[in-house]
């Protein structure tokens, strides 16, 4: 263990922390120009949460310490989980040996456990209603996200995202077989759960189909702003998973030179923008649904898992 | 036989084009409205008709060349133009009342998928091919049976129910296509115009079922007539 992996460490770390809100910028700018409307500019996630460092914190009378803790165990989550996977380097770096792709899995869940928890914390009816939501949503994505788990190990006998991102680069045969091209898809699916941008999600934040916005509506101040970089930080993370591991495996420090990284970096910004024109593109063109069709996304993304794994038994 | 020494890019082209056609028998069982049916079954019977070409060019048999056009033309022209004529004389564009929600009719598919996997893995096991292109074939061609019955079974329009007979007989095509690729041309022939018979005799009897009884729906015909 060299003194520059940890730098690299830390570096990757703060890569994700200060690098998230400018992708839901990227996003949100994308959508308003995809409508034909101005946009606040991409730099708007940055004063969004400014101002909100700067705000008086409320606290309701109802809330106890687990109002408290969510926020900042949502943040410490989202701060663990760049420590196991590829984003700047394709090689692992120290700690990263903590967990694989199951364990990285696991935090990221704990952050959304405990911010439902903290809906249901202060007893208000929207918090009651968003964690329900979440959580019949969950219910089905879970399951799927463990399949597709499975099916990447499948692929590459590994769990480890290093592992996989090297088999893909390797070998092309493996990157355009079936069983790789439809765990994108499913993968796909699950981002756009994760991310609140399926179809049942709406655009516009503050009503009553809210799900994500409806836990966190009795946050103010700080705290929200803990939470609201939080959930840019858990897009974030997913992106690079989906593009380093999965979709886009080039383009990673190999030897970990200040040049490398730098480009990295770089190439990282670009395949989030390509992935975010897909993600405007679904967003935009597919009509919203009412909330009880969840499923039907969630069951196609399940389908395509387990027709990836049969085709990883044939290969 | 042909499958047994194939070389590897032959081998993951008929994968993929039986793969996307599975999937294309997914999008049938999961979308609501009987056009799309309709264009699924399209796009899945040119696969076939392009799974026949290539198997004809790795195989050298030319005489697959014809049974890829005229599975080009019957299957992914004729058939889903006398179809969709119906449905627009019918003015049905979707099952009204669904026996099984799409996304449980996908789960329930995709089990069905992992029995036809369980069941040809065994028998390519017997064969003594297992891992093969052979047993991708078989649980493409079973899962395909399975998904028509499913069809046939948890829909009740008619027009439902011969797209779920055609995904069937597609299903059997296709994998008589990489399992057995010498059949002999004519017995091709016969099934084809099988078909477009089969389609034929559904338009007359949906111009019956509307005079005689003001509905194509099967959840209506309870009781017996003489």
């Not at chain 1, 410490?76 to 590829?86: E, R």
């Not at chain 1, 070998?171 to 355009?176: E, G, I, L, M, R």
């Not at chain 1, 009553?208 to 700080?222: A, F, K, Q, T």
């Not at chain 2, 499913?150 to 009740?156: E, V």
Request: glycine share 8%; net charge neutral.
């Amino acid at each position: 263990m060299s003194g520059r992996d940890i730098v690299l460490q830390v570096a990757q770390v703060l890569a994700v922390l200060l690098l998230a809100p400018l992708i839901q910028g990227i996003i949100l700018q994308f959508e308003e120009r995809v409508q034909r409307a101005q946009g606040p500019g991409i730099f708007q996630p940055y004063r969004d949460l400014w101002k909100l460092f700067h705000k008086q914190l409320v606290v309701p009378e109802t809330a106890s310490w687990l109002y408290w803790t969510a926020p900042v165990v949502a943040f410490t989550a989202m701060l663990t989980v760049p420590i196991l996977i590829p984003v700047l380097t394709n090689y692992p770096l120290p700690l990263s040996d903590m967990g694989d792709i199951l364990g990285g899995g696991l935090i990221l869940t704990l952050g959304s456990f405990m911010i439902t928890l903290a809906g249901l914390d202060t007893a208000s009816a929207y918090g009651g209603i968003g964690s329900s939501r979440a959580v019949m949503v969950a219910i089905l994505a879970e399951p799927t996200l463990i399949l597709v788990f499975v099916g990447i190990t499948l692929l590459a006998k590994a769990m480890l995202p290093f592992v996989v991102n090297h088999l893909l680069v390797a070998q092309p045969a493996v990157y355009w077989s079936p069983a790789h091209l439809f765990l994108v898809a499913a993968f796909f699916v699950l981002l756009l759960v994760e991310t609140d941008r399926l179809p049942i999600h709406s655009p516009t934040h503050i009503e009553v189909y809210m799900i994500d916005e409806g836990r966190i509506l009795e946050y103010s101040g700080p705290l929200l702003a803990l939470l609201r970089w939080a959930s840019t930080m858990k897009q974030f993370i997913l992106y690079t998973i989906f593009c380093n591991v999965l979709l886009l495996p080039w383009g990673l420090s190999y030897l970990g030179t200040a040049l490398g990284v730098t480009g990295s970096t770089l190439a990282l910004l670009g395949k989030f923008v390509l992935v975010a024109c897909a993600v405007v593109f679904v967003d935009t063109a597919q009509s919203r649904l009412r909330f009880y069709r969840y499923q039907e996304p969630l069951a196609a993304s399940f389908l395509l898992a387990v027709l990836s794994i049969i085709s990883t038994q044939l290969a | 036989m042909l499958t047994a020494h194939l070389n590897p890019l032959a081998a993951s082209l008929f994968s993929l084009i039986a793969i996307a056609s599975l999937l294309l028998a997914f999008v049938m069982l999961g979308s609501r409205w009987l056009r799309h049916y309709l264009y699924a079954f399209a796009a899945e019977s040119w696969l076939i008709g392009i799974l026949s070409a290539a198997v004809g060019f790795y195989g050298n048999y030319p005489e697959l060349y014809l049974i890829a056009i005229l599975t080009v033309v019957f299957r992914g022209g004729l058939l889903p133009y006398l179809i969709f004529r119906i449905i627009r004389r019918l003015h049905v564009s979707r099952e009204v009342h669904e026996i099984l929600q799409p996304s449980s009719g996908l789960v329930i598919g995709a089990l069905a998928v992992i029995f036809a996997l369980g069941v040809s893995s065994r028998i390519g096991a017997e064969l003594g091919m297992s891992g093969t292109v052979v047993v991708l074939a078989l649980t493409v061609m079973l899962s395909m049976k399975l998904l028509g019955f499913l069809m046939l079974a948890a829909r009740h329009e008619a027009l439902s129910h011969i797209l779920g007979l055609l995904v069937l007989e597609n299903g059997i095509f296709l994998g008589a296509q990489i399992l057995v690729p010498g059949m002999p041309l004519l017995i091709e022939i016969v099934i084809l115009f099988d078909l477009l018979i089969v389609v034929a005799c559904f338009g007359l009897l949906v111009q019956y079922l509307m005079t005689h009884v003001g509905t194509t729906s099967s959840l209506e015909l309870r009781r017996l007539v003489g």
